[in-house]
């Protein structure tokens, strides 16, 4: 142990003697392990960022389209025919796998309230909707079985929404006036802000799917629903659920074999998945880039330490003829790699932690700073000093005592 | 066994490309502990070579090697250190101190490889600095103090570890004659003081009467050894 003490005594002492060579030293490591925080932070940033925009469209969500069926060589795109009908999204519910179902027209309509109006897209579903795109109530109430079965006017208004028409007012039983039909607001969603292609998902409007039928869409496709939004029991049901959907479907619409459905399922989760894939290439390719320049960092070490071996090879003669043995002239010069790359990496974390911190304040960008990369890139820093300070202290140690005293 | 130094038949050859070339060949020697003996020699003598050994800096080709009761040649590298630090004092011609450090962290390094604490170590630094002359220079760097002070500190570096042994390799070398008279004279007072066995090279005939008795070598060979009074150059 006083051993140990004493070489780090030896190694800080030696450290010292050549401040600026020793800061420079450091200096490789500071900003490799600064850049590998720095990048990972904002890669993860990046990356919950994204995950959070899709997991508030839903969480384990379906979605059901009309899909392209073929007619004599004409193939319309998705949601190109009116396949899908509440029927379906009944059979549906019958599901085990699903623990929601709803199905949904979207219409696009202009709203009046007083003098102020405005134009937005309009949603007929159930009352499942709201659980199953994970919107909350900021006030009021959601439909009762009564106004959904038997349509009557009543609407739930997003947050955009109520303020364009209400402004700063209560818009709960007020009446407003969709399609030159007057409705009962009975509730307004709570906040849920930009989704990830930048629509503003408070813009909306929801309102029974009998009435929307009824009301808006008119009788020319009677029954029919433009998509069905479907919520699975769990996130390892969602496979399930989208075959046991498929299968079921494909039965209801008589599909022969070999032809096209005219319907598709998405699940939603794997976007997310795939766009998770995305970012985390994202922060592997920055965490790489930083990681390559820690490298470097630690080649710079092994090339100082190998000059200052080269240059102090009379001094480890006198040290080795006055009783050191090459197991403490190696502990030596190892500590010496050791404490620059672990100090440089300690300074490396903070200037790391620092920058993350002015990006995001100064560059509006969401970071992210957990404690697995900064002890990640300490001990990788640490295991650089101790490989790249091997060599050299190797090379150190094995001098013969006359040939190094001999050396000028 | 009485000697803290025995050679048997030593040998010493260095391999080149034209082959072994042998510098020591074969030498018997017993130094008694306490003694003070001079090795002298002209150059290509191997006395270079000698000093090595006995110094645990180099091993022999052959031949036998008892320092302290123990055989040395048979020694590797890590066992040779620990004698270095145990048994061995060293004393060069160039003084060899680390220049960045004061002169009491200087007398303190053979000490850090005895893993004695750093208060002790710069406490027994400083005494022996005091006995070599040198306690009000304790903070000073190397360079900033004289040749003669400078070996002074050499010395002191030697002693700080209480070896048996202190091996001193052309030790005024690099001093004027008035210095390097005093050097000798301090070295036959801490002989006389602590009984540490006392060698010293050198080629200089007026150094080796400090010590009473000579070792004297000529290629390879030990052709005198005896009372330094009774040798007379032409003998050899």
Known sequence: MTLWLSMLGEALQAMSANKLRTFLTALGIIIGVGAVVLMVALGQGTQSAVTKSISALGSNLLIIRSGSPQQGGFRSGAGGLPTLTTGDALALQELTSLKAVSPVIQQGAQLVYGPNNWGTQVVGSTDAYLDIRDWTLQSGRSFTDTEMNSGMRVAILGQTVAEQLFGNADPIDQSVRIHKSPYQVIGVLAPKGQSMDGRDQDDTVIIPLVTAQRQLVGTRFKGTVSIIMAKANSAQQLASGEAQITDLLHQRHRIAEGVDNDFSVTNMASIASTMAQVTGMLSILLGSIAGISLFVGGIGIMNIMMVSVTERTREIGIRMAIGASRKTVLLQFLLEAVIITTTGGLIGILIGIGLALGVQRFGGISVAITPQPILLAFGVSTLVGLFFGLYPARKASRLKPIEALRYQ | ?236
Not at chain 2, 87 to 116: E, H, M, T, W
Not at chain 2, 182 to 207: C, P, R, W, Y
Request: aromatic share 6%.
């Open chain 2, 1 to 236: 066994m009485s000697d803290i130094i025995r050679l048997a038949d030593l040998k010493k050859a260095y391999d080149t490309d034209a082959g072994p070339v042998p510098v020591l060949k074969g030498l018997g020697l017993s130094i008694a502990p306490g003694e003070f003996v001079t090795i002298m020699g002209p150059s290509g003598s191997g006395k270079s070579t000698l000093m090595n050994i006995l110094g645990c800096l180099d091993t022999p080709t052959a031949g036998e090697y008892w320092l302290d009761g123990q055989n040395v040649a048979s020694l590797n590298e890590d066992q040779l250190a620990e004698v270095r630090s145990r048994v061995l004092g060293f004393v060069f011609q160039g003084f060899n101190l680390l220049p960045r450090i004061d002169l009491k962290a200087n007398v303190a390094l053979p000490l850090v490889y005895q893993s004695v604490a750093k208060a002790k170590r710069l406490e027994r630094a400083v005494a022996v600095l005091e006995r070599v002359g040198l306690a009000r220079q304790v903070d000073s760097l190397p360079p900033k103090i004289s040749g003669g002070q400078q070996q002074r500190v050499a010395i002191a570096r030697a002693l700080v570890t209480q070896p048996r042994v202190i091996l001193a390799d052309e030790p005024t070398g690099n001093l004027d004659t008035t210095t390097g008279q005093e050097i000798m004279t301090l070295f036959q007072d801490i002989n006389k003081e602590s009984g540490v066995t006392m060698i010293v090279v050198t080629h200089d005939a007026k150094v080796a009467h400090y010590a009473r008795r000579l070792v004297y070598l000529r290629d390879g060979i030990i052709t005198y050894d005896g009372p330094t009074a009774e040798f007379q150059e032409s003998q050899a």
